[in-house]
C-alpha cells in the first residue's frame, strides 16, 4: 500500500490509461531521495499497466556509469530478437550499442540509438501500449540516458509510456514533466507502520529517526528501532544503506557471492550469471537465503533485487579484490560483446595497453560507423588504461573531437582540457584548440575561438583553421582576424573576407564568387550567404541538411538548419524557416548546445520585425549582445521603419552602419533601409554615404534582388519614376518577395502622389498581395492605405477574410513540414527517419492536418501543397 502518494498515482494512471485507450503517449520524472518511494510508485504503475501490453525495465546503477549502453542494454534486451526488424542504419545502431549476438554492427551515437528506440517502441506499440520504468536514472551511462531521452521528448501518438525514477541531484536535464516526492507526513507514516508489532515509544522513534523516508520506516520499523543508528549523524539513505548491508553481512558467504554476481552483471540474465557462478563454485540454490530474506525476486530466467539500494549494498560491500574476480569471470562467461567488453573494462584496474587498444579500436569502428558519441566514450575509457602520457594524450585528443562532433561541448572541452596537460605535440595541441575554438564559438565568443585557431593553425591543417578563424572573426565583428588569417594563407576566400571589410566589394565579391565553387560544403555556404546568392545558399543548405541527416551528424544539425532558415526567410517562406527553427532548437537542447537557442532567435527576429510584432520581437532579442550590427539590431530597425517611426529607425541603423559587424550581408541590406528612413525623416544628406557603400556591394555581388532595391533606393533619393521602374523590372526576376513589395510599395506612392492614382493601383495591390501572404501587417496597412487614396478600398484586412491565402499557415511547425514531405511521395517510415519522430507520430500529424487543409487523404496532397518557391 502507498502512502502520501495520490497525485503521482492519479498522474501515472491517466498517462497509461491514454496510452491503452487512446494510444497516446507520454514520459514522466519521478523525483525525490533515497527511499523516498520512487521504486514503489514504479512497481505500482507496472501492476497498474498489468498485462495490458509490453512493459520493459531497466534500473541504473553507479559502477556502470562509465559504461556505454549498460542501461539500454538492460532495458531492451528482453525484446532484441525485433531489433533486425528496424531501418538499416538504426538497427545496426541498437543491434551494436546492445552488442546483439550474430550481428556485426558496432554502437551508434545516443541520437541514432535514440530514434531506433523510438521507432522500436513505436512499433512495439502496433500490437498494445508499452510501458518503459527506468529506476535510479541518475546512474544511467550517458549515451543510455541520452538515447532514452531522444525517444522521451519525441513520444506522440503511439501509445508508449515512459517513466524515470531519480533522486534529487541526478539526471537534472531530463526536459520532461516531473513529479516531486515530498517526505510522509506524521499520519501517514503512523498509517505505514500500522502491521508492525511495536511499542508507542518504538514507533516514534522510529518515526522521528526515518523522517518521514517510507523505505527508511519500513527498514527501521521491521529490523526494530535500534537498525535506525541511534541518533546518529548519517542521512537517512547511508543509514538505510547500512541497513542493506547488514543483512546482506549476516548470509552465507556462497549467497553473497551471488549477489555480488549479479549486482555486477547488472541486467539479472540467469544464464550470464550462472556461468560465471560455475567459476567460483556456487549456484542458483545459494540464492535462497537472499529470496527467503526478502532481498530479491528470481522469476524464470532473471533475477532481480527488490530495492535498487540493495543492488548497490551488494556491490559496494565486496571487497575490490573479489568484485575484480568476479567481472573478469563475467567477462569469460559473458555471450555478446557488449557484456565483455564492460566486464574487462571493470575488472583492469591499472594501465593496460592491451586492453586499451581493444577498447580504441572498438572506437575507430564506431566512429566510422557515426557513432560519434560511443567512440568517444570507448576512447576515453582507452585513454584511462593507456601507459604513458603521450599515448594517452591522444587517446583523449580522439574523445574530444568524436564528442564535439556528437554534440556534447562541455564533454568535449573536458577532455580536451585533459588532453592538453598530457601532450607537448604542437599537432596535437593544434587539433586540441580546433575542439576548445568550437566550444568557444558555442558559449558565443567567436572572438577568443578565432584568435586560439590562428595561433595554432601554423601546426594544424592550416587552410581549414584558418577558414574557420575568419568565419568566426567575421560573425563577431573582428575585423583584424579576418585580415591576419587573409595575411598567413594566399586562399581566395580569405582574401574575399580581408577586402570586404575593408570596404573593396569590388575585389572581395568576385573572390567569394568563385570560392562558393572550390571551397568546401560548409564555406561556399557561408560565402554564398555572403554574396546574398539566394538559390546557392538554398540548395547548399539544403544539401548540407540531408547530409548531415544522412551520416547522423545530429550535433552539427542545427548550425545547418539555422542556415536554412535564415535563407527560407529571405524567399519569403516564413513558415518552413520556423519549422526549421524549432527543430533546430529541439536538437540544439539534445545534444547540449542550448546556447544556438538565441541565434535562432536572433534569426526569427527579423519575422518579427516583418510582421510588426513588437512584444514577440522584444522576447527574441531580450538575450541579444550589446548594439553591433546583428541579427537583433537590423530587426529593430526595420520595426521602427515599417511603423513610420523613421528618426528612431536611423539612429539604430546609422549605429549597425558604423559598427564593428558593418562588413556582414545583414549590415548590408541594412543600409537600404537606412537610405529610406533618412528620406522619409527629411534628412537625405544622410542617405547619400549609406547609398554609395550599397552600390558598390549590390553591383559587385551582380544579385538580381539587390539591384532591384539600388535602384529603389536611388528612386527615393532622386524623387523620379525611372529608377523605380527599373528596380519592379529588376525583382521579377529575383528572390526576396518582402523586399519587391516594398519596392512596388514606395512606387506605387510615388505615382501617386504624381496624381498618376489609376497608374499607382497596379503596383500597390502586388504589394498587399505579398505583404499580407507574409503577414507583414505595418506594411499590408501601408499599402491599403494608398490603394485607398487612389480611390479603390484596398480589400478588407487578410485575418478577416472567409478564406486563408495560405492553407498551410494553419498548420503547426512540426505538421507542415510532415505534410511537405509526404506531398513529395516520401513514406511515413523515411518522414520518421529524416525528422527523428516515430512513424506512428507522423501519421498522427497527418491526421491532425487533413481537416485543416480541408482534405481526407494522402493522395490529395500532392495537388494541395504547392513546389517551393524560388
Known amino acids: 500500500m502507498l502512502y502520501g502518494r495520490d497525485t503521482q498515482r492519479t498522474r501515472i494512471a491517466a498517462l497509461i490509461d491514454d496510452a491503452r485507450d487512446r494510444s497516446r503517449s507520454g514520459a514522466l520524472v519521478l523525483r525525490g531521495e533515497a527511499g523516498i518511494g520512487k521504486s514503489a510508485l514504479l512497481d505500482w504503475a507496472a501492476e497498474y499497466f498489468g498485462g495490458a501490453g509490453e512493459m520493459l525495465r531497466a534500473t541504473g546503477f553507479e559502477a556502470e556509469t562509465a559504461i556505454a549502453f549498460a542501461g539500454l542494454t538492460q532495458l531492451l534486451w528482453p525484446i532484441r530478437d525485433r531489433l533486425p526488424e528496424l531501418p538499416g542504419p538504426q538497427a545496426d545502431a541498437l543491434c551494436g550499442a546492445l552488442g546483439v549476438p550474430g550481428t556485426r554492427a558496432e554502437p551508434g551515437d545516443p541520437f541514432t540509438s535514440g530514434l531506433a528506440v523510438l521507432t522500436l517502441l513505436a512499433d512495439l506499440a502496433e500490437n498494445g501500449p508499452v510501458l518503459c520504468l527506468v529506476d535510479d536514472a541518475q546512474w544511467l551511462d550517458r549515451p543510455s540516458a541520452e538515447a532514452l531521452l531522444f525517444a522521451a521528448r519525441r513520444l506522440s501518438a503511439e501509445g508508449v509510456v515512459v517513466l524515470f525514477a531519480t533522486r534529487e ?274 558559449r558565443g565568443e567567436p572572438r577568443a575561438a578565432a584568435r586560439m585557431l590562428i595561433d595554432h593553425a601554423p601546426d594544424g591543417d592550416t587552410q581549414a583553421m584558418l577558414r574557420t578563424a575568419a568565419v568566426y572573426a567575421w560573425t563577431g565583428g573582428e575585423a583584424g582576424a579576418v585580415r591576419q588569417a587573409a595575411a598567413l594563407l594566399d586562399d581566395g576566400f580569405l582574401r574575399g573576407l580581408a577586402l570586404l571589410v575593408d570596404d573593396d566589394p569590388g575585389g572581395g565579391m568576385p573572390l567569394l564568387a568563385k570560392a562558393v565553387a572550390d571551397a568546401d560544403r560548409t564555406h561556399a555556404l557561408h560565402a554564398a550567404v555572403i554574396l546574398g546568392a539566394d538559390e546557392t545558399a538554398r540548395d547548399l543548405a539544403a544539401a548540407q541538411v540531408a547530409r548531415l541527416r544522412r551520416e547522423g551528424q545530429v550535433g552539427a544539425l542545427p548550425m545547418a538548419l539555422q542556415a536554412q532558415a535564415q535563407v527560407l526567410i529571405a524567399f519569403g517562406r516564413h513558415a518552413d524557416a520556423r519549422a526549421a527553427a524549432a527543430e533546430a532548437a529541439a536538437l540544439a537542447r539534445d545534444t547540449g548546445f542550448g546556447r544556438r537557442a538565441r541565434r535562432l532567435d536572433a534569426v526569427l527576429a527579423r519575422l518579427a520585425a516583418i510582421e510588426g510584432d513588437e512584444d514577440r520581437l522584444a522576447e527574441l532579442t531580450a538575450h541579444a549582445p550589446a548594439p553591433g550590427g546583428g541579427h537583433a539590431d537590423a530587426a529593430h530597425a526595420l520595426l521602427e521603419l515599417g511603423r513610420g517611426r523613421h528618426e528612431a529607425a536611423l539612429r539604430r541603423l546609422e549605429e549597425i552602419a558604423q559598427g564593428p559587424r558593418r562588413h556582414t550581408m545583414i ?74 513589395a516594398r519596392t512596388e510599395l514606395l512606387y506605387g506612392e510615388w505615382l501617386r502622389r504624381h496624381r498618376r492614382r489609376s497608374d499607382a493601383r497596379g503596383p500597390l495591390r502586388s504589394a498587399l498581395e505579398i505583404f499580407e501572404r507574409l503577414r507583414a501587417a505595418p506594411w499590408a496597412e501601408r499599402a491599403r492605405t494608398e490603394l ?83
Open 169 to 442: 541531484e541526478g539526471f537534472t536535464e531530463a526536459g520532461l514533466p516531473e513529479e516531486h516526492l515530498e517526505r510522509l507526513g506524521r499520519a501517514d507514516a503512523e498509517r505505514l507502520l500500522a502491521g508492525l508489532d511495536l511499542s508507542p515509544s518504538s514507533r516514534r522513534r522510529v518515526i522521528i529517526e526515518s523522517r518521514g523516508n517510507p523505505l527508511a520506516l519500513q527498514e527501521f520499523g521491521a529490523a526494530g528501532p535500534r537498525a535506525a543508528g541511534g541518533h546518529a549523524p548519517l542521512p537517512v539513505t547511508e543509514r538505510v544503506l547500512a541497513a542493506f548491508r547488514r543483512q546482506i553481512a549476516a548470509l552465507p558467504e556462497r549467497t553473497r557471492l551471488m549477489l555480488l554476481l549479479l549486482a555486477a552483471e547488472g541486467r539479472g540474465y540467469m544464464p550470464a550469471v550462472l556461468g560465471a557462478a560455475e567459476r567460483f563454485g556456487v549456484g542458483l540454490a545459494d540464492l535462497e537465503a537472499a529470496e527467503q530474506a526478502r532481498l530479491v525476486e528470481v522469476t524464470g530466467t532473471e533475477v532481480a533485487f527488490r530495492h535498487p539500494l540493495i543492488r548497490s549494498a551488494a556491490y559496494q560491500a565486496a571487497p575490490v579484490a573479489r568484485r575484480i574476480a568476479v567481472h573478469e569471470a563475467l567477462y569469460h562467461s559473458a555471450d555478446d560483446p557488449s557484456c565483455r567488453a564492460r566486464h574487462r573494462a571493470a575488472s583492469t584496474t591499472s594501465p593496460d595497453e592491451d586492453v586499451a587498444a581493444e577498447l580504441a579500436g572498438a572506437g575507430d569502428l564506431a566512429r566510422r560507423q557515426s557513432g560519434y558519441a560511443t567512440a568517444a566514450y570507448l576512447y576515453r575509457q582507452a585513454a584511462a588504461l593507456t601507459p604513458g602520457r603521450g599515448p594517452r594524450g591522444r587517446r583523449l585528443l580522439l574523445a574530444a573531437e568524436a564528442m564535439l562532433t556528437a554534440g556534447d561541448a562541455a564533454a568535449a572541452e573536458e577532455m580536451a582540457a585533459a588532453a592538453e596537460r598530457l601532450t607537448d605535440d604542437p599537432a596535437a595541441r593544434a587539433r586540441l584548440a580546433e575542439v576548445r575554438a568550437a566550444v568557444e564559438h558555442e
Open 667 to 740: 549590415a548590408m541590406v541594412a543600409l537600404a533601409d537606412l537610405v529610406e528612413a533618412a528620406v522619409r525623416a527629411g534628412r537625405p544628406d544622410r542617405a547619400r554615404p549609406a547609398l554609395d557603400r550599397f552600390a558598390a556591394w549590390a553591383r559587385a555581388g551582380e544579385q538580381a534582388w539587390a539591384l532591384g532595391v539600388l535602384a529603389r533606393c536611388e528612386g527615393l533619393l532622386a524623387d523620379a519614376e525611372e529608377p523605380f521602374a527599373e528596380a519592379v523590372r529588376r525583382h521579377e526576376r529575383a528572390t526576396r518577395p518582402f523586399e519587391r
Open 788 to 870: 485607398r487614396a487612389t480611390g479603390e478600398q484596398g480589400g478588407a484586412p487578410a485575418a478577416e477574410r472567409a478564406t486563408a491565402a495560405d492553407l498551410l499557415d494553419r498548420l503547426t511547425p512540426q505538421e507542415r513540414q510532415v505534410v511537405v514531405l509526404a506531398a513529395e511521395g516520401i513514406s511515413s517510415r523515411e518522414i520518421a527517419a529524416q525528422l527523428f519522430l516515430s512513424p506512428r507520430t507522423v501519421e498522427y500529424h497527418l491526421y491532425k492536418a487533413y481537416p485543416k487543409l480541408g482534405i481526407s487523404s494522402r493522395r490529395e496532397l500532392s495537388q494541395l501543397v504547392p513546389e517551393p518557391a524560388g
